[in-house]
C-alpha cells in the first residue's frame, strides 16, 4: 500500500518537470529584459533629456522592442538584429511622468513571441517652481557709499515648502545661499552697483528642483555731492550789533538742482523765522547755484557757529552734501554805543542847552541884584534894607524882554545851539 503511494509521487514529478523544461514547453515566452536609465536621477525637470534602453538576455534573435508606459504601449521599434535598443525622451514635460517598461519580440517556430515585462522604472518630472519676487529695502533710485540695503526674495504664495534661497548679481557671484531669504549688502563704492535676481528651491524627492529666476532689481550708486563753500560778510566774522550780517553758501559746478540748509551750533535755521529775523535767498533756476542767508540787524543771539550743506536731486533722490567749513559769527556790543552816537546825540544836546540857557540867566539876575534898587526886586523889607529876599517874579518880568533860546535839531539833521542875548546884559 505505501509503496503504491510512493510509486503516484514520483510520477507527478516526473511530469512537473517536463511542464517546466523550454524543452517540453517549446512555444514559451521569452524571459523578461532589462530597462535602464541614464541619467538616473530621482526627479527631472522640465526641458530636461532622458534614456531608457532595454536590453535582451540570451541568445534568440530579436526583431522588435516595444516600450511601455504605465498600461499604455508605444509603437514597436526595429532591433536592427540588435540586442539592445534605447528609447530617447527629450525635452520632458510632467505629461512624461510614469511608470516604464519594455519587451521584447523573438522569432519562433511558429512566429513572434513577446518577452516578458521588464523591470519597472519609475519617471518623475516637475515644472520650475514659479518665480519668486525680489525687494529691496529701502527703496532710492541711486544709493551713497556708507549706506545699506536688504534683499529680500518671496517664493510666490501657495508654492510647495520652499527648501532655500539664492540671492545673486547678474553676471556675477552669488550673494548668499540657504534658509534665509534676505542679504543686506552694504554700499561702499560705485563697484557695488548693478543687478541682482533671486531664486528658491524644494525637495519634493531626494533631489531639490529650483524656481525661476525673479526679475532683476538695479541698484545704481553715485558720490555724495562736493562740499559746498561758505563766506560771511564782514569776512572777519565780527559784526556790530544792529549792522546787517550776510552768509552766503556755494555749491560746486553751474548745473543741477539744489536746495540749500543754514545751521547755526549744529541746528538747522528755519528761513523765515521771525523772533531771529532770518531770512534766506533761494536759487530761482537751477543754473544759480548760491544761497544768501541774510540777518537785517545782528543781534547778540547770532553769536555762535554757522555752517551749511546743500541737497542734489539725482535722479530723482535728493543726496545731501557734507556740511561746509565752519565760521564763527561773533557780535562787538562794546562798540555798539559808539557806533551809534546818534541815538544819545538828542539827550546830550538838550542837557547842554539847558546848561547854556541857565548860566546867562543866573548871571543876569545876580547883575541886575548888585546895580538896581533892591526895592525893586526885594519883598518883605523897607525902602533902603538890603536884607530883602530876591523877587524872582519880579526879575523873571525884567528879562522877557530879553530872549535867550535853543533850538534843537530833529534827528538826522546837523546839530546846532543858538542862544540870544540883550545888550543891556552883557557885562
Not at 525687494?135 to 518671496?154: D, F
Not at 540657504?178 to 542679504?183: A, K, L, Q, R
Not at 547842554?352 to 543866573?362: E, F, K, N, R, Y
Not at 526885594?378 to 525884567?398: A, H, K, M, N
Request: glycine share 8%.
Amino acid at each position: 500500500m505505501a509503496l503504491t503511494h510512493v510509486l503516484q509521487v514520483l510520477a507527478c514529478l516526473l511530469t512537473v518537470s517536463q511542464l517546466v523544461s523550454p524543452a517540453g514547453f517549446p512555444d514559451m515566452a521569452p524571459r523578461a529584459p532589462t530597462l535602464s536609465v541614464n541619467p538616473h536621477r530621482p526627479a527631472y525637470l522640465s526641458g530636461e533629456s532622458l534614456s531608457l534602453t532595454c536590453s535582451a538576455p540570451g541568445a534568440d534573435q530579436v526583431v522588435q522592442f516595444q516600450l511601455w508606459k504605465d498600461e499604455a504601449a508605444q509603437s514597436p521599434r526595429d532591433s536592427h538584429r540588435q540586442r539592445v535598443h534605447s528609447f530617447p525622451l527629450a525635452q520632458l514635460g510632467v505629461q512624461d511622468s510614469g511608470t516604464y517598461t519594455c519587451v521584447y519580440l523573438v522569432q519562433q517556430s511558429k512566429g513572434q513571441s513577446q518577452s516578458w515585462r521588464s523591470n519597472p522604472v519609475p519617471i518623475s518630472v516637475y515644472d520650475h517652481p514659479a518665480a519668486p519676487a525680489l525687494s529691496v529695502s529701502p527703496r532710492h533710485p541711486v544709493y551713497l557709499p556708507g549706506e545699506a540695503v536688504t534683499l529680500q526674495c518671496m517664493a510666490p504664495p501657495g508654492a510647495h515648502p520652499v527648501t532655500g534661497f539664492q540671492l545673486s548679481r547678474v553676471g556675477g557671484r552669488n550673494l548668499s545661499s540657504g534658509s534665509s531669504n534676505t542679504h543686506t549688502l552694504s554700499i561702499t563704492g560705485l563697484g557695488d552697483a548693478g543687478s541682482f535676481t533671486c531664486l528658491y528651491w524644494i525637495c519634493p524627492s531626494s533631489r531639490c528642483i529650483q524656481s525661476w529666476e525673479s526679475r532683476p532689481i538695479s541698484i545704481s550708486v553715485t558720490d555724495p555731492p562736493s562740499r559746498p563753500v561758505l563766506s560771511v560778510d564782514p569776512q572777519s566774522g565780527e559784526v556790530r550789533e544792529g549792522l546787517p550780517l550776510l552768509i552766503t553758501c556755494m555749491a560746486p559746478g553751474d548745473t543741477g538742482n539744489w536746495r540749500f540748509h543754514f545751521y547755526k551750533d549744529g541746528d538747522e535755521l528755519i528761513p523765515g523765522d521771525v523772533e531771529s529775523e532770518i531770512s534766506t535767498t533761494e536759487p530761482s533756476t537751477s543754473s544759480v547755484n548760491v544761497s544768501v542767508l541774510g540777518i537785517p540787524r545782528a543781534s547778540p543771539n547770532n553769536i555762535g557757529v554757522f555752517t551749511c550743506g546743500y541737497e542734489e536731486n539725482v535722479s530723482g533722490r535728493w543726496v545731501p552734501s557734507p556740511r561746509s567749513q565752519a565760521v564763527n559769527i561773533t557780535v562787538n556790543i562794546t562798540e555798539t554805543a559808539w557806533a551809534q552816537p546818534r541815538n544819545m546825540l538828542p539827550v546830550c544836546v538838550i542837557l547842554v542847552a539847558l546848561g547854556m540857557a541857565l548860566a546867562p540867566l543866573v548871571w543876569y539876575c545876580r547883575r541886575n541884584k548888585r546895580v538896581l534898587e533892591p526895592s525893586q526886586y526885594l519883598r518883605g523889607s523897607e525902602p533902603g534894607g538890603g536884607d530883602g529876599e530876591l523877587d524872582s517874579r519880579r526879575c523873571y518880568e525884567e528879562l522877557k524882554s530879553s530872549s535867550v533860546g535853543v533850538e534843537l535839531p530833529e534827528e538826522g539833521s546837523d546839530v546846532y545851539t543858538l542862544l540870544t542875548f540883550p545888550s543891556s546884559a552883557m557885562p
